[in-house]
């Protein structure tokens, strides 16, 4: 059963600290990228990757980092520097990326909320 | 001026009522059109792509018009289950560019 898995479904994050957030896929797709939203706002694009070991900032990467030393995995750190982290954050993941319109997936999300 | 634009509602309908959505999108080099569909507090899932010549999949039709930049969705005999935030999205098909997302449209559907 191909799909995108994003844990954890819930995120808490202290001051000061570092957390991870997972994002699986197992659709053989070569491009992955990270969303953010906030209430009532579009999707933001955080960082995207079109091939393992390469990636490319988005419109909001401040205070964010990712990795893609998988194709099937690319997960994103959301950093200290990150003021305001609270959101939900989307994974999703498509074919290629490059003038064919493809069709992105999305995985269920993570709530991340400051405590 | 932003990139996509929709009105985002909400749009209050009773079932069975037909209702239409509209988006802009500012950039002229836009290739790729979708309407995608988000429940509350899940992910969007694609609806439907958006074709020049327009495209119709059961109750719902997307229509494309290039030259005035401008996208519909128009839904017909409207069902509860219907009820969501319907996402208009533009891929501009450049090297270094991903999706763009309108802040989306949300549609109620009564009994």
């Known amino acids: 059963d191909g799909g995108i898995t994003q844990s954890p479904k819930y995120l808490f994050r202290k001051e000061g600290q570092n957390v991870t957030l997972s994002c699986e896929q197992n659709l053989n797709h070569d491009a992955m990228y990270w969303y953010r939203q906030d209430p009532g706002q579009g999707l933001r694009l955080i960082y995207y990757?079109?091939?393992?070991?390469?990636?490319q900032k988005g419109d909001i990467a401040e205070g964010y980092s990712v990795s893609r030393e998988k194709k099937e995995s690319f997960p994103l750190t959301v950093t200290s520097a990150q003021k305001n982290p609270t959101a939900f954050y989307l994974c999703?993941?498509?074919?290629?990326?490059?003038?064919?319109?493809?069709?992105?997936?999305f995985g269920p999300g993570t709530r991340l909320l400051v405590l | 001026r932003k990139e996509v634009e929709q009105d985002p509602g909400p749009f209050n309908v009773p079932e069975g009522a037909t209702v239409a959505f509209n988006c802009t999108y500012s950039n002229s080099a836009s290739q790729s059109f979708f309407w995608y569909r988000q429940d509350c507090r899940k992910e969007p899932k694609l609806l439907m792509s958006v074709y020049s010549s327009g495209n119709e999949d059961g109750r719902f039709t997307a229509q494309l018009n290039r030259a005035s930049q401008y996208i519909s969705l128009l839904i017909r005999d409207s069902k509860l289950s219907d009820s969501a935030t319907y996402l208009c999205v533009v891929n501009m098909h450049q090297a270094g560019t991903a999706l763009i997302f309108g802040k989306g449209t949300t549609l109620s559907v009564s009994s």
């Open positions: 999703a993941s498509s074919t290629q990326q490059g003038g064919g319109g493809e069709t992105q997936y």
């Open positions: 990757s079109q091939i393992v070991n390469d990636f």
